[in-house]
């Protein structure tokens, strides 16, 4: 997972926050000219996750997405209160009511998963709504037995190739599947290293 992220937390030191933060007010008002949200990288953090790497973000903590690609995974929500950088509406005594005002370290975001088996790694928040779990099968592995769970699931292939000898389904780039509690899947992957991603319940 990699992500530029403007979050409420700071991951750079004094001295290199002006050397990130002008190229990057440059950018966003090149992409959205005259929007205020511009100016919010200098009130919320600056945060570049490396591969491997997770984020935690409760409710109603301000956050936007700059730049890359990442997995991102939520609870059930019914409404998104924009803040900036978007042309659609802004509703902003919504969102001054809602939002989250406490300053936390950067560390106190960042988690580390915990490993299931030699190809999986699960990104356990502090929350019961969601997890996620990291799978990477290399190439050529005649079997192997995805790790059942006890919720439903979503599985989101990623990157390569393989097969599952219990639903008959060819797994690519793009595949999603719907697993029910309790399924153990087998799968066997191609010449390419297949890797998926797993979303269920943190219970």
Same mark, same amino acid.
């Given at each position: 997972?990699?992500?530029?992220?403007?979050?409420?937390?700071?991951?750079?030191?004094?001295?290199? =926050?002006?050397?990130v933060?002008?190229?990057?007010?440059?950018?966003?008002?090149?992409?959205?000219?005259?929007?205020?949200?511009?100016?919010? &990288?200098?009130?919320?953090?600056?945060?570049?996750?490396?591969?491997?790497?997770?984020?935690?973000?409760?409710?109603?903590?301000?956050?936007?997405?700059?730049?890359?690609?990442?997995?991102?995974?939520?609870?059930?929500?019914?409404?998104?209160?924009?803040?900036?950088?978007?042309?659609?509406?802004?509703?902003?005594?919504?969102?001054?009511?809602?939002?989250?005002?406490?300053?936390?370290?950067?560390?106190?975001?960042?988690?580390?998963?915990? =490993?299931?088996n030699?190809?999986?790694? +699960?990104?356990?928040?502090? +929350?019961?709504? %969601?997890?996620?779990?990291? #799978?990477? #099968?290399?190439?050529?592995?005649?079997?192997?037995?995805?790790?059942? =769970?006890?919720?439903?699931? #979503?599985?989101?292939?990623?990157?390569g190739?393989?097969?599952?000898?219990?639903?008959? &389904?060819?797994?690519?780039?793009?595949?999603?599947?719907?697993?029910?509690a309790?399924?153990?899947?087998?799968?066997?992957?191609?010449?390419?290293?297949?890797h998926? %991603?797993?979303?269920?319940?943190?219970?």
């Amino acid at each position: 997972m990699y992500s530029w992220a403007a979050s409420g937390l700071w991951a750079a030191d004094e001295s290199g =926050r002006a050397e990130v933060l002008a190229p990057l007010l440059c950018r966003l008002h090149s992409q959205f000219p005259g929007d205020v949200g511009c100016f919010a &990288i200098y009130f919320l953090n600056f945060l570049a996750l490396k591969p491997g790497e997770a984020l935690y973000l409760g409710p109603n903590e301000p956050h936007a997405y700059l730049a890359g690609d990442c997995v991102e995974c939520m609870a059930c929500s019914d409404n998104v209160v924009r803040a900036g950088l978007t042309p659609k509406y802004k509703d902003v005594d919504t969102l001054c009511n809602m939002l989250n005002y406490t300053f936390e370290s950067a560390n106190s975001k960042l988690f580390a998963p915990t =490993r299931d088996n030699q190809f999986t790694v +699960v990104f356990r928040p502090p +929350v019961p709504d %969601f997890a996620v779990a990291d #799978i990477n #099968i290399p190439p050529s592995s005649p079997q192997f037995l995805l790790q059942p =769970r006890d919720t439903a699931s #979503i599985l989101l292939v990623l990157d390569g190739e393989g097969s599952t000898d219990s639903l008959g &389904i060819y797994l690519n780039h793009g595949t999603v599947l719907f697993l029910p509690a309790g399924l153990q899947l087998n799968v066997t992957t191609s010449d390419h290293a297949l890797h998926m %991603f797993q979303a269920f319940a943190n219970v």
